[in-house]
């Protein structure tokens, strides 16, 4: 018999962590989008979709796991306790699974069936908060504090556990794989914000490495993070919930860091919907809504790079897939009951395709 090793639990857990969803990275995709201007601009998507619960989230919680197991705050019987409804709470209970540790979502009230039918997939459970949303997050950590359980706090500490985790981060994956490109450095890398992670993370290894990519986060209205970034003030809130899920903020997170980010570019909610629905036509991707205002900030960027006669490439990414959205922001009858008109934003994206300039710019 040998000698149990001392750290045998956490070292098991976190190899079955990372093997989950296999040692490859998400692929990335050539994005192949009509019309003259993108005749000299390559555009390439990250799919993120690719995930086991098709969305990057899993690639935050991933980290989360591994940084809070290495930690020893994660042991063999620490409940895991989340504050939303979402992908967060999907992968969440997908990990806690893995280990054989109980989840809890504390959702908002209003919670679609839908959403609570994707934790229960994953084996999790889920309690409503009858709560207001912002009120969610103190109520998962008090019953985290309560039953000595962890509290899976993606807004606070997806971004450091993310940079701590040793594990190959979004950028360096999309640097190795753009390495056989004509343009393997792109000209402009565009993420959304939501916790903040993907763009500090791609922002840092920039600089790191010395690459001349410019890094440009797309946001949606009522977002505290475009003004926050235009004006310097840190503390910037809307106090509005945003209606592009996984992107937005009515207040700027901790992970949030604008210092690393060349442009912010706001995005009107119905042109995110209008992009999206136009990557389907052209494409046959089907993504969520955050993935169509990567799109509007691609085309934007596009337009920009030909009027200056430069060609080179560009990277976004494919946050999620459209499946949780089918009855929401993908409605077009939901999009109308929030005063949405994607008509005008749609008739853009078709000009631009054919004549590739950007209409009154
Ligand atoms: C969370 C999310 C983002 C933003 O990523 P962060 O790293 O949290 O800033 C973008 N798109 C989708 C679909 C997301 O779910």
Redesign the pocket.
């Known amino acids: 018999m040998g000698v149990e090793h001392p750290h045998g639990w956490a070292v098991d857990a976190i190899r079955r962590v990372r093997g989950d969803g296999g040692p490859a990275p998400t692929p990335l995709r050539r994005l192949r989008l009509p019309g003259p201007a993108f005749q000299d601009v390559e555009v390439h998507a990250k799919d993120e979709s690719a995930h086991p619960t098709g ?3 899993y690639r ?1 919680v991933r980290a989360m796991f591994c940084h809070a197991i290495a930690s020893g705050t994660l042991t063999a019987d620490t409940p895991v306790i989340a504050a939303t409804s ?2 967060v709470a999907v992968a969440g209970a997908r990990f806690a699974r893995l280990l054989g540790l109980e989840f809890t979502a504390v959702v908002p009230g209003r919670t679609p069936a839908r959403a609570l039918a994707g934790i229960e997939r994953e084996g999790g459970r889920w309690r409503v908060g009858e709560l207001p949303p912002a009120a969610v997050q103190e109520e998962a950590g008090a019953l985290a504090g309560r039953c000595g359980g962890w509290f899976l706090d ?1 807004f606070t500490d ?1 971004e450091p556990a993310t940079a701590g985790s040793g594990e190959p981060t979004i950028a360096e994956e999309i640097f190795e794989q753009m390495g056989g490109e004509p343009h393997p450095v792109p000209a402009w890398i565009v ?9 500090a993370t791609i922002g840092r290894h920039l600089r790191r490495h010395g690459h001349g990519s410019g890094l440009a986060v797309v946001d949606p209205e009522n977002s505290a993070y475009f003004p926050a970034w235009a004006s310097g003030c840190r503390d910037y809130a809307t106090g509005m919930p945003s209606r592009i ?3 937005g903020r009515p207040r700027t997170e901790p ?1 949030f860091l604008p210092t690393v980010m060349d442009l912010v570019i706001p995005v009107p909610d119905a042109a995110s919907i209008a992009a999206t629905r136009w990557l389907r036509t052209v494409t046959g991707i089907e993504a ?1 809504p ?2 169509g205002t990567n799109l509007w900030g691609i085309c934007r960027l596009t337009a920009r790079m030909r009027e200056e006669g430069v060609r080179g490439s560009l990277v976004t ?1 494919i ?2 897939t459209a499946e949780p959205y089918r009855a929401t922001c993908l409605d077009p009858d939901w999009a109308r009951a929030q005063g949405l008109d994607c008509a005008p934003h749609e008739a853009v994206l078709q000009e631009f395709a054919r004549t590739g300039r950007w209409p009154g710019a």
């Open positions: 969305s990057m989230k935050l979402g992908a993606h997806a993420v959304g914000a939501g916790t903040g992670t993907t763009s899920p996984g992107i992970g969520g955050a993935t990414v946050g999620d």
